[in-house]
């Protein structure tokens, strides 16, 4: 299994929207990298949902649903299924880039990239941080 975190404004597609719709398909990445990430996600994997802009914080755990389907007419963008695993307590931006364990993640060396890897031992210190509240 995979690890993961997906980006979202809250205001355009919350937690709390993904936990009252059940699941949904994550679409409208227009990345090269981020559509990289998506094309390499497999039906288990699971991702932090982390609220971007104003939130800044990893709020919940989401699993990749199902394969990778096309996003748009030329079929050259990746959407993927996902569903609520379950909410964590969030966990800052601010926190996370004050952990050295967590200085070469992803989401602080590519700051822009709406979906990005997430290495085990990063998803573990995320874990351990979120249940510390």
Partial sequence: MAYWLMKSEPGKYSWNDLVRDGGTDWDGVRNNAARL?????KAGDEAFFYHSNDERAVVGIMRIAGPGKPDGEDGSWVKVPVEPVRPVSPVSLKTIKAEPR???MELIRQSRLSVA???DDEWATILELAERG
Avoid: Q, W
């Fill in 37 to 41: 990430h998506l094309r390499s996600m």
């Fill in 102 to 104: 967590l200085a070469t």
């Fill in 117 to 119: 890897p997430v290495k």
